[in-house]
């Protein structure tokens, strides 16, 4: 087998070997465990909440504040993936993450991910504030212990209920700069808390077969996909209103309440198309879920542009 090769600084070819690349697919794995595409949305509406805070941290700290808030939620991510190997491994849509491909051992995963909180809260504790540190160390308890281990296997409310462990951050992030907590971040929490079972129970409509498969009681699974539909209909709309609250109570201006309709009016598209795509007696879907994988890209496109807007909207405030 020939070496693939790399140019040096003085222009002679340097052998990239093997074990190069299997360095670089073993660090891809240990970050696969921290769920990235989560954190990057959990850590973005964590800065929102710094945003919309009065006053600022300084650069270095506000850093701080950002890197441990992704950590802590990459460590419940990894943490979440230890305890749900087990049927993670019998999931077509997670058989080959790190851990049931048999490319990160179990334990090793359960200590990067112990390390990981830990360290995230007390940098977040001695950079910032221990108000926030400790917000922060409940979002990581809440999602590891109550939605993972005591809810996700038990009730079909598991979403609804653990939804709350995601809400957290933009009530971190108003705390790592003002030190309490106060009602703006608590309208934030509750967007985000009551645009997570919409935009999940989107994804559990095509993903059903995976759960029953290994027993988790998603809505799907025990109530069957038109309750479930309905589910997504009825969260939608009372998301969109409760959305408007931060243009009436006057920390955001008119620019985030234009945005708020708009995209509060395709997300009501998407949740009526989930509603009226039509089954069969058994409650199956006859067109493949479409309407419920495009409600499901959309919600995460549309929490994404809520905040941003908020975001924008807060700085032309300024």
Wanted: net charge positive.
């Amino acid at each position: 087998m020939s070496d693939i090769t790399a140019e040096t600084r003085g222009g002679a070819a340097a052998p990239l070997t093997l074990a190069g690349s299997q360095d670089l697919s073993e660090v891809r794995d240990w970050i696969a465990l921290l769920k990235p595409r989560v954190v990057s949305l959990v850590v973005f509406t964590g800065v929102v909440g710094m945003l919309v805070a009065p006053g600022a941290l300084p650069p270095a700290l506000a850093v701080a504040a950002v890197l441990c808030i992704g950590l802590g939620a990459g460590a419940a991510g990894a943490i979440n993936m230890w305890y749900d190997h087990d049927i993670d491994a019998r999931m077509r849509r997670t058989a080959q993450r790190p851990i049931p491909a048999g490319r990160i051992e179990p334990g090793a995963a359960l200590g990067f991910g112990l390390a990981l909180a830990t360290l995230s809260v007390a940098v977040m504790g001695l950079a910032t504030n221990w108000v926030a540190a400790g917000v922060l160390a409940l979002s990581i308890g809440f999602y590891v212990l109550v939605y993972t281990m005591w809810l996700k296997r038990r009730t079909p409310q598991n979403i609804v209920i653990g939804g709350a462990a995601g809400a957290f951050p933009p009530v971190i992030g108003w705390a790592a700069v003002t030190g309490d907590i106060a009602l703006p971040p608590l309208v934030l929490f509750a967007i985000i808390f009551l645009w997570t079972p919409p935009h999940f129970w989107s994804l559990s409509l095509w993903a059903h077969a995976d759960y029953a498969r290994v027993g988790v009681p998603m809505l799907p699974v025990t109530h069957g996909a038109r309750e479930t539909r309905r589910q997504v209909l009825v969260y939608t709309l009372l998301l969109v209103p409760l959305t408007l609250l931060p243009w009436a109570l006057g920390f955001a201006g008119p620019a985030y309440l234009a945005a708020a309709l708009l995209l509060g009016a395709g997300f009501l598209w998407h949740a009526w198309a989930v509603w009226r795509d039509r089954q069969d007696a058994a409650g199956r879907s006859l067109t493949g879920d479409r309407p419920a994988r495009r409600a499901f890209r959309f919600s995460l496109l549309y929490l994404a542009l809520l905040f941003a807007a908020l975001a924008a909207d807060r700085l032309l405030l300024a």
